[in-house]
């Protein structure tokens, strides 16, 4: 039927959600009348409103959907463009980025016209009881054991026997006691009004000019600065920060329960631990991606490669060079292995969500490629479940292997706070034939032939 992933199906539920929320009555899946329809997935001709549902929020994909929308002149009948983002979208996105894209054919407003559930909620909460309703009923449309949905009895017995579940999720392990201490003077006054987003900008600005250094594993929350790091120590790396005789300590799990805030400024000092750890691995953080990049060991390097025990001991390339094949003094692109993490926590189980993807840059200082969307795009359609799977495995075994590392290390009572657990499992689940339903679409011969030089 053309359903290859959640995607696919994600569009339907999103043009019904937005058709009963929004008042466009006759918003379609335009996909259902051409396969990949260019630029946009969604359409109410009447109302003139265009939507593109997409899973990645990143300012390159919004680019290109803005850029594809224009070059096909559907702005010549649409007025209006949103771009549904099915995960989160960014806190802000670039104006002049956008405006460059856009040109004069179009006016898109990055905080108007991209949109994710918090826009939906939004509108369930101001329409009426009927209109509410029938969104409702669409959405439970989705869902299984309901009567207007998917009974379970519609469902047919797995007949093979249950195999075991891998989910992408590793244990992670941090200190049972956290610090707080309040910013001293001369930092909150040279913050003054900016934003509370902005304080890790001070801080810098502050190190900067007073020759100072300090680790990135930390937050700011209500002007005080909160850390695994013992800030009751006199020695501690924020002390030039902090207001002496400030510090408290805390238990963890007496600040992250605290309310939804305190959580959320927990899952952000985990990840800042995490990118604390993981640069001292040459293994960078980057913000527009929301990203973990390996870089190779020493610049001038063309390839990286790690060892790691899976079935049995392989080594694993990392980061690699591809070089002009015609003039080989110059570099064609330079690929890196990346991921993504999410913090999850169920009672008292912290778990770590791992996401493998891909990253292309191009200089000495690996800046992001104008030509990485194109390039991530065509691997993840190349890719396999297996494949994704494999890389998983391997993230999470390096990570256990640094940990194993640490162990013996003179550094780690000092600035390694995180351990990684085993990936988590389930027994039981129905056994599914992958080869039946995840099938790759063959690429046609110019495209492979042109790809295989740059990935091999």
């Known amino acids: 039927m ?3 992933d959640t995607h696919k199906v994600a569009e339907g539920v999103i043009c019904g959600l937005l058709r009963e929320l929004c008042d466009w009555h006759d918003l379609r899946n335009l996909n ?25 929020a990143d300012i390159a994909k919004i680019k290109h959907t803005i850029e594809k929308f224009v070059s096909h002149n559907l702005h010549q009948r ?23 894209a856009a040109g004069d054919q179009l006016k898109f407003n990055p905080k108007n016209d991209i949109w994710d559930y918090q826009e939906l909620c939004s509108k369930a909460a101001d329409a009426s009881p009927q209109r509410l309703q029938a969104a409702l009923n669409h959405l439970n ?37 956290l610090y707080v201490a309040q910013l001293n003077i001369d930092l909150v006054d040279r913050h003054g009004k900016r934003k509370p987003g902005l304080w890790r900008k001070t801080i810098r600005e502050f190190n900067q000019e007073n020759e100072l250094r300090s680790p990135s594993s930390y937050v700011v929350h209500s002007k005080a600065l909160v850390t695994f790091f013992d800030l009751t120590d006199s020695n501690n790396p924020y002390r030039h920060l902090i207001e002496p005789g400030t510090a408290e300590a805390h238990r963890s799990k007496d600040f992250w329960t605290i309310d939804e805030d305190h959580e959320r400024v927990f899952k952000s000092l985990l990840r800042f631990s995490l990118q604390q750890r993981l640069f001292q691995e040459r293994v960078r953080w980057e913000n527009d991606d929301k990203a973990f990049v390996f870089l190779p060991y020493k610049n001038g390097e063309n390839q990286r490669e790690e060892s790691w025990q899976g079935e049995k001991k392989s080594k694993r390339s990392v980061f690699s060079i591809k070089l002009n094949k015609k003039d080989p003094s110059k570099i064609y692109m330079q690929k890196h292995l990346s991921f993504s993490v999410d913090f999850l926590h169920f009672d008292e189980n912290w778990l770590m ?50 940990d194993e590392e640490d162990l013996f290390s003179e550094k780690s009572v000092k600035d390694s706070f995180l351990s990684f657990g085993q990936i988590l499992s389930f027994e039981g689940a129905p ?9 790759l679409p063959e690429p046609s011969d110019d495209e492979a032939e042109q790809r295989l030089r740059f990935f091999d």
């Open 2 to 4: 053309g359903l290859y």
């Open 32 to 56: 259902s009348d051409q396969a990949n329809f260019p630029g946009i997935d969604l359409a109410d001709d009447n109302a003139r409103i265009a939507v593109q549902v997409t899973a990645t």
């Open 78 to 100: 649409y007025d209006r463009l949103i771009v549904y983002i099915l995960t989160t979208k960014q806190g802000s996105y670039s104006q002049v980025a956008i405006d460059t």
């Open 141 to 177: 449309a989705y869902m299984r054991g309901i009567p207007i949905g998917l009974a379970d009895e519609d469902i047919d017995p797995p007949l093979l026997p249950p195999e075991s579940l891998t989910t992408n999720l590793v244990d992670i392990y941090f200190p049972a006691t």
């Open 353 to 402: 969500s791992i996401t493998p993807s891909w990253f292309f840059s191009y200089g000495t200082d690996f800046k992001k490629s104008g030509y990485s969307h194109d390039n991530l795009s065509w691997i993840k359609r190349q890719e396999n479940n297996q494949q994704v799977v494999n890389h998983f495995r391997f993230i999470a075994a390096w990570l256990r292997s640094i």
């Open 431 to 439: 056994s599914l034939d992958e080869s039946k339903w995840a099938a």
